[in-house]
């Protein structure tokens, strides 16, 4: 404990020698110190009732200021402005901290963001900058557990305008509810409910200072950069993924290969275990296999899930989830060579003969399903037949009877 | 008396509560285990059928989910296999024990004839008006297609069903394309036969004017003097005739076994009547 203060001590020392340093070497600041002292500042800031002219509060909290990340350093390193100045007050308007006078290379990647982007693109734009996610005087470093930016933190702070409904009309966010699915997710609740630092926040994903728009080829969440983005976490699926069909074909840059979010969705991540989910996922492989969900629509297994049921199987119990490959190669859990295996995870006894039983027959397709054509188009001849045949004779009784039984009313009377 | 006969030609004769049993003990009990297992069958199958579609998920909720509407099938196909073993036995029974030839050919056999062509062309003859009612005898050309497709039926779909439910036995000796194949049959062959009892049937037997609401004799076994003579002259006749018609005579049915009946065939009327509703809709939806 004592080390680690002085540590700090030291380290903010070190900041602020730093900073005499620069300016020192600055020409414009070639003057002599006859600047400002904190005791100067706080002096009038400390105070709780001090109000610009329109009424907004400048009162700076002296304490949380000292205990920030910044404590050691003079107001006027940051409000250089100031630095020069003899004769309080000051005047309300100052310029704008720079945060790139120390931290240039941070700075230079939020250049590069979305954030950054947005504000160039339109002055008025409520775009995050330094101060939005780390705050002004009382800024904490990230590993402090109190800090905006802590791991653990850090959703929240990003919610305060990705979860504004307001922020996110104007800004024209394009994933509104991000802040709902994410909290949601497995993700979500790992860290906001479980507390799991393993568990990834926003950053882990789309980056902190430098966060791209998905569509930029830099971005972490680019199509083609997601499954590595996702494998800093999850390497034993990425290696698998790399080389399953979708993989090898996304690196190839196959415009329709599915990267990670496809099938799990970008923020709104499920247990793959759950009904729920299972369910969904079936769905998802059908938005590209749409002959193939047609098929297993008519099967026994594709009737019982879309009743609502996962006792039997899904898309991945047979072709597997990450290790997906075309049944032509043989390390396909549905080659020739596996598919009595595969078949054997639930048909205990399958054998060869039972797996010549087509999962994704056609009942159209006479040159897949020669026998199952042709006994479809008999029963389907045969309905037609009875109902027609019956329904006529039906409607033809039917009749007869009415009329017979008017006749007889008439006679009577 | 709740046994009248129904609205036909009863003048000269008066005779309401003269009564013939058409269908013994056997036969009921073996109907009313057919229907119930039918029912059962169609209720816990077709959510699987026409799993796309909401009710499909309300009547799989019904049965409690998917894992027990499966063990009402197959329970329900027990039953239903047990019925058409029983009725097997009886008929082979009849035929090589009792030595009773006449279930293969003549006015007592299931066997389509040469007569049921004719009584067919003259039916319709008579739907026109352009003919008399045909002079039907023990059973009706439409009796006979009903039987001939529950047989055909219970053939085909307990078999697709049996090969359905032991899948890994059957591999042993048949291809797998056969499942492929088994699986189409018992859908489509159990959507006829629901499609078929739940609206031809229904009518032939108790939906037209003739019988509306419902025929009990299914239930009681027993038929009016007057609604045998205007239903089946020709069986009258005959057995006017050979003498026999004063043995068949039996007590009229009793009103706690027509109202029982009534109330068992209009729950199955019913039950049928909806289950061929959500399929229209399901088709047509």
């Known amino acids: 404990m004592v080390m680690a203060s002085y540590a700090r001590v030291v380290g903010r020392t070190g900041l602020a020698a730093s900073f005499l340093l620069i300016a020192l070497a600055a020409p414009s600041s070639a003057q002599p110190a006859a600047s400002l002292s904190n005791d100067d500042c706080f002096g009038c800031h400390a105070d709780p009732g001090l109000t610009r002219a329109d009424g907004r509060s400048v009162t700076v909290d002296r304490a949380k200021f000292e205990a920030s990340i910044h404590g050691g350093l003079e107001c006027v390193n940051c409000h250089v402005d100031l630095a020069d100045t003899t004769e309080l007050p000051h005047p309300e308007k100052l310029a704008k901290v720079d945060c790139s006078m120390c931290h240039g290379d941070v700075v230079a990647r939020y250049q590069q963001s979305i954030h950054a982007h947005a504000r160039a693109d339109n002055p008025d734009s409520l775009a995050a900058t330094c101060t939005d996610c780390h705050g002004t005087h009382d800024i904490l470093p990230s590993s402090d557990p109190a800090s905006r930016t802590y791991h653990l933190n850090l959703p929240q702070t990003c919610e305060r305008c990705h979860g504004n409904p307001d922020i996110i009309k104007r800004g024209h966010i394009q994933i509104g509810n991000v802040a709902t699915l994410y909290n949601d997710s497995i993700h979500g609740q790992a860290l906001t409910r479980s507390g799991l630092l393993v568990a990834p926040n926003c950053a882990d994903c789309h980056g902190g200072h430098d966060i791209k728009r998905a569509s930029n080829p830099e971005s972490k969440v680019y199509r083609a950069n997601v499954p590595a983005t996702c494998g800093h976490c999850h390497e034993g699926v990425l290696r698998e993924f790399e080389e399953s069909v979708h993989g090898t074909a996304l690196a190839a840059g196959n415009p329709t290969a599915p990267a990670c979010p496809d099938c799990h969705t970008a923020h709104n991540i499920q247990r793959a275990e759950t009904v729920a989910w299972r369910l969904d996922v079936i769905k998802e492989c059908g938005t590209c296999h749409v002959e193939s969900i047609r098929t297993y629509r008519d099967t026994f297994h594709g009737q019982v899930t879309a009743l609502g049921f996962t006792r039997v199987a899904t898309c991945a119990d047979c072709h597997n989830s990450h290790r997906i490959f075309k049944p032509s190669d043989p390390r396909s859990s549905v080659a020739p060579v596996n598919v009595v295996s595969t078949c054997q995870r639930c048909h205990a006894g399958a054998n060869a003969n039972f797996v010549k039983y087509d999962p994704h027959a056609d009942k159209e397709n006479h040159t897949r399903n020669p026998f199952l054509y042709y006994t479809a188009r008999f029963m389907k001849t045969l309905l037609i037949f009875v109902f027609g045949f019956f329904g006529l004779h039906t409607g033809l009784w039917f009749a007869g009877e009415v009329r017979e039984r008017r006749r007889r009313r008439n006679g009577s009377a | ?285």
Not at chain 2, 173 to 192: S, Y
Not at chain 2, 217 to 229: C, L, M, N, P
Not at chain 2, 257 to 277: M, P
């Open chain 2, 1 to 285: 008396m709740t046994a009248e006969p129904h609205d036909v030609q009863t003048g000269a004769h008066g005779g309401g509560d003269r009564h013939v049993l058409r269908f013994d003990r056997y036969h009921r009990l073996l109907h009313v285990l057919l229907m119930l297992s039918f029912l059962g069958l169609a209720g816990t199958g077709l959510p699987l059928l026409f799993s796309d579609t909401d009710w499909a998920h309300v009547v799989a909720r019904f049965w409690g989910g998917f894992v027990v509407a499966g063990v009402l099938h197959r329970t329900f196909a027990v039953i239903l296999i047990t019925v058409f073993t029983l009725h097997l036995w009886r008929v082979l029974h009849r035929l090589f024990v009792e030595k009773d030839l006449s279930i293969l050919w003549g006015p007592a056999s299931m066997v389509p004839q040469p007569r049921d062509i004719l009584e067919l062309l003259q039916h319709f003859r008579w739907f026109f008006g352009v003919g008399p009612r045909p002079r039907f005898d023990h059973f009706t050309y439409w009796e006979k297609f009903d039987y001939w497709a529950v047989f055909w039926g219970m053939g085909i779909i307990g078999g697709s069903g049996l090969l359905l439910w032991f899948p890994v036995f059957f591999a042993k000796i048949l291809p797998g394309w056969m499942f492929n194949v088994a699986m189409l049959v018992h859908g489509e062959e159990a959507l006829l036969a629901v499609g078929f009892i739940f609206t031809i049937h229904f009518f032939n037997g108790h939906l037209r004017p003739d019988k509306f609401p419902m025929d009990p004799v299914i239930f009681t076994g027993r038929v009016s003097e007057a609604e045998f003579r205007h239903e089946r002259p020709d069986e009258y006749e005959r057995m006017a005739r050979a003498g026999r018609f004063e043995a068949q005579l039996t007590t009229p049915p009793s009103p706690e076994l027509v109202r029982t009946g009534r109330i068992i065939g209009t729950t199955a009327v019913t039950v049928g009547l909806l289950l061929v509703g959500l399929i229209l809709y399901a088709v047509f939806a």
